[in-house]
């Protein structure tokens, strides 16, 4: 039986630090409000399965759901206050464990945990005398109006020497930007994830033959996701094989896998709250045909230009700058374009192949937060950022511009990239991506199979 993955896991320090920081950055005589995630229902009495917000796990480590965190520097009781769900005997049998207040303070660093339950009573003084409240209005609405109910309280008893906030400022500003930059813990927790992708991608690709369903597929590398610990897929997985690889964001993986034709996966597992993102796209019966292998040897190449551009000091929009380029080339080598390159370019002739951008930020979230441009210009990329390199070609079944050969096929290759002190490491080196790589794995693992 396949052991789990050691377990790396962020320190309270960490979190602490984290708060920390954040309330360095904040004006004087302000607050910081953060609620936790909601419970969403799936059907009837069934709730999805519960994945803290982000930003709220990014500084707390705090998972369950009925809180709000605090950030008050200067208070004399403690500047870091986490609202939670009271202990409850009854409830704790059906639905699991809870920290209550108590809890909160010995486990997650809080200087004082509250009842979630005295919420009204107790935040309207915390937020009165404060000037500014740090909070990230209309990402959730009903909180949203929570927070300004608190408010118009305190704007009513102004006349008895109440003190309501001047200004609200976006939370996200500061927040977000600190999520930019990967700890080392962090980075561990990202390696981590993107180790347990490799292992799940390789599996796909050993266990693929025509015939199954994309779901069975599927199931392989989730399966792989859980052995090695991950509980949790960092979003929807793709499995497109066919035209379906043609769909960008297919999630259907309800059809056979077909001889001859190439299956795209887009997976990735969530560990401790951190994402891997790999696509690997591969032939259903191990062997790329002819117009297969020479798409699928312009995306690689593509991609393998834009990671060399992923280093301090380029901007963010480089290693996109780089796959445009090889793919347009390629596409007039093979026909499917025609007219200079240049000109190609400037027309965004190649979206009717290449329609998305090359990356993204990952972390906490698949598409992670954190801006591309800073003053109008592309950011710098420095060290301790995470992005995707991602190309594709994807030539709709339907495109009658194009020989019927090169129709229907779909291809992305995608590995997830730290930014390092000098240059880049790729966390998910390790999957096949050579289309003769691809191959000879495919075949020994044929091979093995049928020897059983």
């Known amino acids: ?22 309330m360095d950055m904040m004006e004087p005589n302000s ?7 909601s419970m969403k229902v799936r059907n009837r009495d069934c709730d999805y399965a ?24 200067g ?19 059906w639905n699991g464990y809870r920290s209550g207040p108590d809890g909160v303070v010995k486990d997650f660093g809080a200087d004082d945990g509250f009842p979630f339950s005295d919420l009204d009573d107790i935040l309207p003084g ?3 005398g404060r000037e500014r409240v740090y909070y990230a209005m209309g990402s959730k609405p009903a909180f949203d109006r929570q927070v300004m109910s608190w408010v118009n309280t305190i704007r009513s008893k102004v006349r008895t020497g109440a003190q309501p906030p001047g200004e609200f400022i976006d939370l996200d500003h500061l927040l977000h930007d600190m999520r930019l930059y990967k700890s080392k813990g962090e980075i561990k927790l990202m390696q981590t994830a993107a180790d347990m992708s490799v292992v799940a991608h390789i599996r796909a690709m050993e266990l693929c033959e025509p015939g199954l369903m994309e779901y069975q597929l599927e199931a392989e590398f989730l399966h792989e996701f859980a052995r090695r610990g991950s509980r949790s897929v960092a979003y929807t997985s793709i499995v497109g094989g066919g035209e379906n690889g043609c769909i960008l964001h297919y999630i259907e993986n309800n059809a056979e896998l077909k001889d001859g034709d190439l299956v ?3 997976a990735g597992a969530e560990y401790q709250y951190y994402a891997a993102d790999i696509t690997r796209t591969f032939p259903v019966n191990g062997k790329f045909s002819e117009p297969q292998r020479a798409l699928y040897d312009l995306v690689l190449k593509s991609q393998i230009a834009a990671i060399k551009t992923v280093k301090p000091g380029n901007h963010w929009n480089e290693p996109h700058e780089a796959t445009v380029k090889v793919i347009t080339q390629g596409l007039v080598k093979l026909g499917l ?20 951008r090359a990356g993204h930020w990952l972390g906490m979230d698949v598409h992670d937060v954190g801006d591309y441009k800073v003053g109008g210009e592309w950011r710098v990329l420095e060290e301790g950022m995470v992005l995707t390199v991602e190309p594709g070609i994807y030539v709709s079944p339907d495109d009658k511009s194009v020989d019927e050969k090169w129709r229907g096929i779909g291809i992305r290759i995608e590995d997830d990239v730290l930014v390092t002190a000098k240059n880049h490491k790729v966390l998910t080196a390790k999957v096949p991506k050579k289309a003769d790589d691809i191959e000879a794995l495919m075949a020994a693992a044929k091979k093995q199979r049928r020897k059983r």
Not at 56 to 70: D, I, K, N, Q
């Open 1 to 22: 039986m396949t052991k789990p993955y050691p377990t790396p896991r962020l320190t309270k320090k960490e979190f602490a630090e984290r708060r920390q920081q954040l």
């Open 31 to 37: 607050i910081a409000i953060v609620p936790a995630a």
């Open 50 to 73: 519960y994945r803290q917000d982000s930003d709220f796990y990014y500084l707390s480590g705090f998972e369950e759901p009925e809180a709000v965190l605090v950030l008050a520097p």
């Open 75 to 93: 208070r004399d009781h403690g500047e870091y206050v986490l609202f939670c769900r009271d202990r409850d005997r009854e409830m704790e049998i």
């Open 126 to 128: 915390l937020i009165e």
């Open 264 to 266: 795209l996966i887009d």
């Open 337 to 356: 374009l025609t007219g200079k390159v240049d000109e190609l370019i400037e027309t965004e002739a190649y979206k009717q192949f290449y329609m998305h």
